[in-house]
């Protein structure tokens, strides 16, 4: 059976830092794609950060390029996303998925994670 969970959520302050983890469970990250997705109330759901299969190259689109990292522990078969510098329209559900070899899309993966909240705010 395949599971995704999502954990390190929660309440911080503008500016400051949290480190999401998803273990994955039932398949193997040297032959499935993780991306993380988030979404925020009333908005589309937006992927973020994805890292590869293979050569676990990263792709980190525009709104969190320069603030969020994504990195991966095969051993451990948990992929972490690393958020600096947050910002309040940075709150959100924030989701992994995953795809075999791709990068999932937002509505087009094999397996989704149920989330986990972060909420950045004074």
């Known amino acids: 059976q395949v599971q995704l969970v999502e954990s390190g959520g929660g309440l911080v302050q503008p500016g400051g830092s949290l480190r999401l983890s998803c273990v994955v469970s039932?398949?193997?990250?040297?032959?499935?794609?993780i991306g993380w997705f988030r979404q925020a109330p009333g908005k589309e759901r937006e992927g973020i950060s994805c890292i590869s299969s293979s050569d676990g190259s990263t792709y980190s689109s525009d709104s969190v390029k320069g603030r969020f990292t994504v990195s991966r522990d095969n051993a451990k078969n948990t992929v972490y996303l690393q958020m600096n510098s947050l910002k309040p329209e940075d709150t959100a559900v924030y989701y992994c998925?995953?795809?075999?070899?791709?990068?999932?899309?937002?509505?087009?993966?094999?397996?989704r994670g149920q989330g986990t909240q972060v909420t950045v705010s004074s």
């Open positions: 039932g398949l193997s990250l040297d032959y499935y794609a």
């Open positions: 998925a995953t795809r075999f070899i791709k990068c999932p899309s937002r509505y087009d993966y094999d397996y």
